[in-house]
T-cell receptor, first 115, second 116 residues
Framework: KAGVTQTPRYLIKTRGQQVTLSCSPISGHRSVSWYQQTPGQGLQFLFEYFSETQRNKGNFPGRFSGRQFSNSRSEMNVSTLELGDSALYLC??????????????FGEGSWLTVV | AQSVTQLDSHVSVSEGTPVLLRCNYSSSYSPSLFWYVQHPNKGLQLLLKYTSAATLVKGINGFEAEFKKSETSFHLTKPSAHMSDAAEYFCVVSGVLTGGGNKLTFGTGTQLKVEL
């Protein structure tokens, strides 16, 4: 069974640009969540999607957005990039916890560097 | 509200000696607790999880953790460290969000160094 797949793995962007990251969850998983990891702030929750709907959102500015498609694949977008957005962005998938699926599996991450 | 405190930011052990990574948690309900490991330039790999069954949880690569409600602890142990265990370890508590879905609250991580 394939794991969580994230693309691209590495990318470099310039301040002010926007970026889109993609995530394919484990087959059968309908919950996809995104986390940002930085040396200063550690791992922080961005948002979570289920059945194409954003169910929960962390404390990030509106420049961070996402969506989920009918096949459960998800994308996140960061607009007007700032230097502080440089981070490892991790996607995670799980079954719906309301039906007992509370184990979250992570992808390898997308390393974003903003210059 | 839930929170996790990893008591050591760095732990150094010799190969073949025991490993102890300490974690205390705070949760207003019966928590689900996890340990994840992150090797350099990699994502997070699940080591083990506690979900209110047995209090002693066995994970991959010889790791185990014991849930102690009275001490609100979930320490990670391994009898004999291997060089390949050198990585960062995260203690995590999981909660179900108001709108459904899981939210993980991470500890700040413990960097494990294994020396020859």
């Amino acid at each position: 069974k394939a794991g969580v797949t994230q693309t691209p793995r590495y990318l470099i962007k310039t301040r002010g640009q926007q970026v889109t990251l993609s995530c394919s969850p484990i087959s059968g998983h309908r919950s996809v969540s995104w986390y940002q990891q930085t040396p200063g702030q550690g791992l922080q929750f961005l948002f979570e999607y289920f059945s194409e709907t954003q169910r929960n959102k962390g404390n990030f500015p509106g420049r961070f957005s996402g969506r989920q498609f009918s096949n459960s694949r998800s994308e996140m977008n960061v607009s007007t990039l700032e230097l502080g957005d440089s981070a490892l962005y991790l996607c995670a998938s799980s079954l719906d916890p309301l039906t007992g699926g509370n184990t979250i599996y992570f992808g390898e991450g997308s390393w974003l560097t903003v210059v | 509200a839930q929170s996790v405190t990893q008591l050591d930011s760095h732990v150094s052990v010799s190969e073949g000696t025991p490993v102890l990574l300490r974690c205390n948690y705070s949760s207003s309900y019966s928590p689900s607790l996890f340990w994840y490991v992150q090797h350099p330039n990699k994502g997070l790999q699940l080591l083990l999880k506690y979900t209110s069954a047995a209090t002693l949880v066995k994970g991959i690569n010889g790791f185990e953790a014991e849930f102690k409600k009275s001490e609100t602890s979930f320490h990670l142990t391994k009898p004999s460290a291997h060089m390949s265990d050198a990585a960062e370890y995260f203690c995590v508590v999981s909660g179900v969000l108001t709108g459904g879905g899981n939210k993980l609250t991470f500890g700040t991580g413990t960097q494990l160094k294994v020396e020859l």
